[in-house]
């Protein structure tokens, strides 16, 4: 590996996540101007400056300077009050790195005060994989207790008095999520797709939401790389993406789990890392760089990855060409750009090319396809009046489109768009786009249409 070799001397000490002060750099190119007000999901739904980017940059400024501490709770809950959805940073004139300036100003945050103790003991399972996927099945076997079954939208509701006790969270019982599935895709895959004549060995990096939500998904994208001549290993040791821990500021359990997943794709000798989640793909494409960055070993594979991660659009359609599906999905679909995708993997045409290749299929675009949906991953729960309110407005985007389907690049989007279609919406049905693709694979061979 070429980038193994890099030298020592370039290694930096510390990166921001480990002192604020590195960000200084990307403070000083604010220049207040109020652009990022736009375009800011937060802000635009509390209309307060606190919730807006220039506001915690300017907290961040303050902290340096000795002017407001780390220890003030007001502090904490307007740093904390932020999607990490990287839209201010699209309509920023000085392109200022507001990602690199929120995570540092959270590692801050829990190198002062540590982390809570919930979140310390849900990351510390995590860094044990087995233990984790022990306690997902545990999970899973158990779900029935407090959740119900909703099979017409392969769903789960809270059962009372659970949705009484979790009202004020969003969890109370007309919330649906995806269950827990009692068999992991990692389970019910072997760890080596094989092919006949492979055109390219892939890596298939799955996550969590996939192996444990969305496991028809994650066949889905096995099923189409196999439809196209793509030799696929799923290794069974890799471990969460870290992102979730990454934005609560814990960064020594992402760089562990950094580490663990290196280890677990460089064993495979494959050519690409494939990912269906945007931000699994950033992780690898953009975070595993940046928090290794002083890491002389890790650093440099981290920096090789993220030049050969791709997500499976992207590969499908620049670095192979796919082949044209022909089965027929009579549908209305309409695409939601979920934020880490299109704002840090930099793919927006990418699934519209595939979607828009699948016959019987009629695109209608939304007004602002790429609108934050509100999930940010635990925002959801923290914050849930204001992330409902945005999830409201792109529901309402969606419903003008006449859709009967929200195509997704996301696993955490078709969660959180699921429950916003389902209380603002016409319960449209939430699909990958890569599960159309394979749907019309699998159609056209039960048409007997099988022609290359």
Same mark, same amino acid.
């Given at each position: ?178 269950? =827990? ?6 389970? #019910?895959?072997?760890? /080596? *797709? &094989?092919?006949? @004549?492979?055109? +390219? ?118 670095? =192979? ?6 089965? #027929?999905?009579?549908? /209305? *679909? &309409?695409?939601? @750009?979920?934020? +880490? ?21 009629t695109f209608k675009e939304m007004t602002a396809p790429d609108s934050c949906c509100g999930s940010g991953g635990s925002y959801v729960l923290s914050h ?69």
């Open positions: 590996m070429g980038a193994a070799s890099a030298s020592k001397a370039a290694v930096p000490e510390k990166t921001y996540h480990d002192e604020l002060e590195i960000v200084r750099q990307e403070l000083d190119k604010c220049m207040k101007c109020g652009n990022c007000m736009a375009v800011c999901p937060v802000y635009m739904t509390e209309k307060v400056e606190s919730g807006v980017t220039r506001a915690k940059i300017a907290i961040a400024d303050a902290i340096l300077t000795g002017e407001l501490s780390l220890n003030d709770p007001q502090v904490y809950e307007m740093v904390f009050n932020c999607l990490v959805c990287k839209s201010c940073m699209t309509n920023c004139p000085t392109k200022v790195n507001f990602d690199r300036i929120i995570l540092a100003l959270r590692a801050a945050l829990v190198r002062e005060h540590g982390l809570h103790w919930l979140k310390k003991m849900i990351f510390s399972t995590l860094k044990h994989p087995m233990l984790f996927d022990a306690g997902m099945k545990i999970g899973a076997a158990m779900q029935g207790i407090a959740f119900r079954g909703n099979k017409n939208r392969k769903s789960i509701s809270p059962r009372a008095p659970f949705a009484f006790v979790g009202g004020g969270f969003g969890f109370d019982a007309d919330r649906q999520m995806p269950g =827990i599935t009692v068999t992991p895709l990692r389970d #019910r895959e072997p760890e /080596v *797709v &094989t092919v006949k @004549d492979p055109k +390219h060995r892939v890596t298939f990096f799955t996550g969590c939401s996939l192996n444990y939500f969305y496991p028809d998904t994650g066949h889905d994208i096995i099923e189409v790389l196999k439809e196209n001549d793509i030799e696929v290993h799923i290794p069974k040791a890799q471990a969460c993406c870290g992102i979730p821990v990454l934005v609560h500021g814990d960064v020594e359990t992402v760089r562990i789990l950094a580490r663990q997943n290196i280890d677990a794709i460089e064993k495979n000798g494959t050519d690409y890392l494939i990912t269906g989640c945007g931000s699994c793909g950033g992780a690898w494409m953009h975070d595993y760089r940046e928090i290794l960055a002083a890491d002389a070993v890790y650093g440099p594979k981290a920096e090789y990855w993220a030049g050969r991660t791709f997500d499976i659009s992207t590969f499908l359609t620049k670095i =192979i060409e796919f082949r044209k599906p022909k089965g #027929r999905i009579d549908s /209305v *679909v &309409t695409y939601h @750009d979920s934020c +880490h995708l299109k704002k840090t993997m930099k793919v927006f045409n990418e699934p519209r090319q595939i979607l828009k290749s699948i016959p019987g299929v849930y009046d204001t992330s409902s309110s945005i999830g409201k407005k792109k529901a309402e985007d969606i419903n003008t489109t006449g859709a009967e389907v929200v195509s997704v690049g996301c696993p955490a989007c078709m969660m959180q768009l699921l429950d916003n279609v389902n209380r603002f919406g016409k319960a449209q049905k939430m699909q990958h786009y890569i599960s159309l693709l394979a749907e019309s694979y699998r159609n056209e061979k039960s048409d007997g249409d099988i022609t290359p």
